[in-house]
Every structure is written in structure tokens, then in C-alpha cells.
């Protein structure tokens, strides 16, 4: 059964604090998203990374950086929280079923206070 | 930049009474993938539409694909309280070799049984 994991699924932090978002997949794939979810904003695309140690900015990456060290493993960080911060989080991967379509983990709801 | 427009933003049903929801590209898409989230959950791959004039069905579900790959659909029939939930639809970022996605930003579907 694949699987992708996001080390939270509930966090609060406080304004200025640096927080690290964690996410696992198993399905061996190169490519691995972050975005973030706001009501009346769907899901918008903080980071990807095509490949260990490669990253792009998506469309929001003010306030961000990524770090892929492992194929496996896909991290978010927030350098110095802001309340503006406090979103869902979803990292996704690839599933190689022939469509191609991303397979998301649980989310992560941060609340920066 | 690629955008991606839904319609409506929500939307609220009598069980039993049909749904649908509108996609609209900036841009031509190679592809169109549907994905579907539950109330406090993640977005869950449905389907996807690759060709002009494609339409496709899942049990009460009918995905179609228009004529200039610009936009797209999905109708309900007969809604039930298991279709809760938002509706996402999402193109590919154009690019080769691109995984990427732009999501637009959801129908939410409510129910009342």
C-alpha cells in the first residue's frame, strides 16, 4: 500500500519560531510537492523538487525554503513563522499508475499564534 | 502565468438532485485530472481526460473534456451524502517532463439529506 507521511498532523507554533514540515513517500519517485491550503484559495504550490538536492519555487515561496537531501523524504521550512503562515499543509509525490496524477499525504494544520 | 478557473465555489444540493461543476483554462492542456476531497482529509486522484471531446463516467459520475482542451466538467447525478466534499480540477504546467500541476480552487458540495 502506498504511502505518503507528513510528520504532524497538528502543530502550533509561535510567531518567529523556525518550523520544520516533514514529509515521507515510499513510492520511489523523483518528483515531491509542497503546497498550502487556504479557504476560497485551493491548493497552492509552495515548492517542488524534480530530483534529491533540486528545488523550484512554485508560485508562493515568500516565507519558505525546502531541503531534499533523500529521495524518500521532502522538507518544508518556515525560517521565522508568521501568523499569516497558519495554513494546511500537503505534500504530495507522483503516483506512476499511467496517469501520473499526485498521490497527497494527510496534511499538516499549522497554527503559528 | 497558466491559470485554472472553477465554478461555482459552492455549492449546496437537496440529496437526489443533480451537480455540476465548471473548469476553464487560460491555456490548452494536454491533460485534465479530476481529484476529490472529504471534509477533513487530503485531495484523492479521480480521473483524467487526455483527449478533445473526451467524456468519461464513474458510476454517477460524468467527466467531460472539451473540444479546444480548455475546459472541462463534471456532473453529478442524483447526489448522495457520500459526494461531499470539494472538487478540484488541475492541469499540467506546460513543460516536458513537467509533473506539475495548477489546481483551480474547488467546489465545495454540500449535501442536505
Known amino acids: 500500500d502506498v504511502k505518503v507521511t507528513q510528520s504532524s498532523r497538528y502543530l502550533v507554533k509561535r510567531t518567529g519560531e523556525k518550523v520544520f514540515l516533514e514529509c515521507v513517500q515510499d513510492?520511489?519517485?523523483?518528483?515531491m510537492f509542497w503546497y498550502r491550503q487556504d479557504p476560497g484559495l485551493g491548493l497552492r504550490l509552495i515548492y517542488f523538487s524534480y530530483d534529491v538536492k533540486m528545488k523550484e519555487k512554485g508560485d508562493i515561496p515568500e516565507g519558505y525554503s525546502v531541503s531534499r537531501e533523500k529521495k524518500e523524504r521532502f522538507s518544508l521550512i518556515l525560517e521565522s513563522a508568521s501568523t499569516n503562515q497558519t495554513s494546511m499543509y500537503l505534500c504530495?509525490?507522483?503516483?506512476?499508475?499511467?496517469?501520473?496524477?499526485?498521490?497527497f499525504g494527510p496534511g499538516t494544520r499549522l497554527t503559528v499564534l | 502565468g497558466q491559470q485554472v478557473m472553477q465554478i461555482p465555489q459552492y455549492q449546496h444540493v437537496q440529496e437526489g438532485e443533480d451537480f455540476t461543476t465548471y473548469c476553464n483554462s487560460s491555456t490548452t492542456l494536454s491533460n485534465i485530472q479530476w481529484y476529490k476531497q472529504r471534509p477533513g482529509g487530503h485531495p484523492v486522484f479521480l480521473i483524467q481526460?487526455?483527449?478533445?471531446?473526451e467524456v468519461k463516467k464513474q458510476k454517477r459520475l460524468t467527466f467531460q473534456f472539451g473540444e479546444a482542451k480548455k475546459n472541462s466538467s463534471l456532473h453529478i447525478t442524483a447526489t448522495q451524502t457520500t459526494d461531499v466534499g470539494t472538487y478540484f480540477c488541475a492541469g499540467p504546467y506546460s513543460g516536458a517532463g513537467s509533473y506539475q500541476l495548477t489546481f483551480g480552487k474547488g467546489t465545495k458540495l454540500s449535501v442536505i439529506p
Open positions: 513510492m520511489d519517485h523523483e518528483n
Open positions: 481526460l487526455v483527449k478533445s471531446g
Open positions: 504530495a509525490t507522483i503516483l506512476s499508475s499511467g496517469y501520473n496524477e499526485q498521490f
